[in-house]
């Protein structure tokens, strides 16, 4: 397992993290299998947010883990909050966002969290009242650092003019098949979608204000359409390339599809979410496959990419 320093934090963290989202699909024993298996395969991150499964995600989660402080030192926790379910609307209030972690704390069973992510951005939101919310937290030991998901550079901008401290994380969508923060830039200037910069360029924003990068949904195409891994009707020349690569490297092509998120040089952090520990150890031999140049690209153009 590889090794990260989160910048501006003394956070040092596998660039595996363990996603929580689709805990409550397991009963609590099968829920503590996960975790366990995760944390011998060197994860030591673990990503939640107070809307998955109105918080029952992170409640499984301590349950199934008994959570103490010994177990709880030997983990790196991070969740989010802002998302209003299943009304469906967004909420950067300082009030929110307190009785929001108040509400993470309980639920994890833990007195502080690592890092808070706001989760999508609330156009609403008054970047000074969420300064305050941030402060307060901060002082009062209840979260040690901050950052956002699903933000672009300006969004990121607007809050960081306010807020005391400097934002770490930046979660973003990425997987071979969702790659519209890498396309943009690769045809700069071209007449086709791939060009489209639907992000204002947070890719290289992000390095360069060394904000980390956090993968979701690695195995997904569109907005939770299903996994391309093995679904040859979509995605038959990129299936091909994954299982060739895969018997290459004497991987499975979970692996593949890590490998290609991790070997680019932003040290980005893929969050998995898969519920099946065979699986999550599978991919975590993707940790570090050191991919040639050649083989990334030939991925990323089996995926249906074009490089000019
Ligand atoms: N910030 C955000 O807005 C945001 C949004 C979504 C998610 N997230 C975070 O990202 C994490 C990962 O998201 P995700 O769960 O969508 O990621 P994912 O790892 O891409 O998808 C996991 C799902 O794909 C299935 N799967 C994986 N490989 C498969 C295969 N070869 N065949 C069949 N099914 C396969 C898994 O099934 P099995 O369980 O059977 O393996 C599981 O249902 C979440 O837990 C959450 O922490 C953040």
């Given amino acids: ?82 998302i209003i379910s299943p009304e469906g609307y967004f909420d950067f209030s300082k009030e929110h966002i307190i009785e929001s972690v108040d509400g993470i704390l309980k639920r994890l069973r833990t007195e502080y969290l690592d890092i808070l992510l706001l989760h999508r951005p609330d156009p609403l939101m008054e970047p000074a009242e969420v300064a305050k919310a941030f402060e307060e937290l901060h002082q009062s030991g209840k979260v040690k650092y901050f950052g956002v998901s699903n933000h672009n550079p300006a969004q990121i901008e607007l809050l960081q003019k306010y807020i005391p401290y400097k934002l770490v994380v930046n979660q973003l969508q990425l997987s071979i098949a969702h790659t519209p923060m890498i396309d943009s830039g690769i045809t700069l200037n071209m007449k086709v979608d791939q060009a489209i910069n639907r992000d204002s360029s947070i890719l290289e924003y992000c390095r360069l204000q060394d904000i980390t ?83 990334w690209y030939e991925i990323y153009k089996a995926a249906g990419n074009m490089v000019p």
């Fill in 1 to 82: 397992m590889k090794y990260i320093n989160i910048a501006n934090t003394d956070l040092h963290v596998s660039n595996i993290v363990m996603g929580n989202m689709r805990l409550t699909q397991l009963t609590v024993l099968e829920a503590e299998k996960l975790i366990r298996t995760a944390m011998d395969e060197g994860i030591n991150f673990f990503d939640h947010a107070d809307i998955y499964c109105k918080g029952q995600c992170e409640e499984i989660f301590s349950e199934a883990i008994q959570m103490n402080p010994s177990i709880r030192e030997k983990m790196i926790l991070q969740s989010k909050c802002g």
């Fill in 213 to 295: 990068i956090q993968a979701w949904s690695p195995f997904q195409h569109g907005f939770f359409s299903g996994t391309f891994l093995g679904d040859l009707e979509r995605f038959p020349d990129l299936n091909k390339v994954i299982d060739r690569l895969a018997e290459k490297y004497e991987v499975t092509n979970a692996a593949i599809a890590v490998a290609w998120i991790t070997r680019h040089p932003a040290n980005i952090q893929v969050i998995l979410g898969t519920t099946n520990p065979q699986r999550m150890k599978d991919a975590c031999k993707g940790s570090e496959i050191p991919l040639t140049r050649q083989e």
